[in-house]
Antibody, heavy 120, light 107 residues
Framework: EVQLVESGGGLVQPGRSLRLSCVAT????????MHWVRQVPGKGLEWVSGISWDSEIIGYADSVKGRFTISRDNAKKSLFLQMNSLRNEDTALYYC?????????????WGQGTLVTVSS | EVVLTQSPATLSLSPGERATLSCRAS???????LAWYQQKLGQAPRLLIY???SRAPGIPDRFSGSGSGTDFTLTISRLEPEDFAVYYC????????FGGGTMVEIK
């Protein structure tokens, strides 16, 4: 069974940093692109960032470009999101999601999410 | 950016009825690069449909997707109690964007 387990969320002040992690099990992690998608509680979904299986191709939403950095460690089957210069509007539940071989495609499955709250 | 507009925002139906959900794109989505997800309260989204009309593994055949270009539809042929949820469309032709969602609620 494919499982994605996120961690690293919490309460952080505006301007500070946070690093999210996601550990994957149940599939060949280094064969697939991986992504972060966020959701403000009670609101819609927003793609944040994606990374190809070999880390060669990376994409970011305009709203986080220059502040967030996605990375992966295939040996540890882990995905990361380094979030710097956090803003109130970054408050959301952050999902780790498995893609397909191509960087941009559908997402399946999704982790349960880790909540990031940016507030002073 | 491709903007996806879902309608209606809320659909009130009874179990056993047919649900028709619309997703309209601001620009043509080539290659049928459109997916649908179901999200129940307190849960992560679940993939239903990819490639506009291909059901994901384990998804019942009462769920079907259709459409091309700028107009896509998710149809639930006969609503089961567990189908009442929020549904999102997603395009992956030009980057990734999601629609605002349609809530299917019990009438």
């Amino acid at each position: 069974e494919v499982q994605l387990v996120e961690s690293g969320g919490g309460l952080v002040q505006p301007g500070r940093s946070l690093r999210l992690s996601c550990v994957a099990t149940g599939f060949s992690f280094d064969d697939y692109a991986m992504h972060w998608v966020r959701q403000v509680p009670g609101k819609g979904l927003e793609w944040v960032s994606g990374i190809s299986w070999d880390s060669e191709i990376i994409g970011y939403a305009d709203s986080v470009k220059g502040r967030f950095t996605i990375s992966r460690d295939n040996a540890k089957k882990s995905l990361f999101l380094q979030m710097n210069s956090l803003r109130n509007e970054d408050t959301a539940l952050y999902y780790c999601v498995k893609g397909v071989i191509s960087l941009i495609a559908w997402f399946d499955p999704w982790g349960q999410g880790t909540l990031v709250t940016v507030s002073s | 950016e491709v903007v996806l507009t879902q309608s209606p925002a809320t659909l009130s139906l009874s179990p056993g009825e047919r649900a028709t959900l619309s997703c309209r794109a601001s620009q043509s989505v080539s290659g049928f690069y459109l997916a649908w997800y179901q999200q129940k309260l307190g849960q992560a989204p679940r993939l239903l449909i990819y490639g506009a009309s291909s059901r994901a593994p384990g998804i019942p055949d009462r769920f079907s997707g259709s459409g091309s270009g700028t107009d896509f539809t998710l149809t639930i042929s006969r609503l089961e109690p567990e189908d009442f949820a929020v549904y999102y469309c997603q395009q992956y032709d030009r980057s990734v964007t999601f629609g605002g969602g349609t809530m299917v609620e019990i009438k």
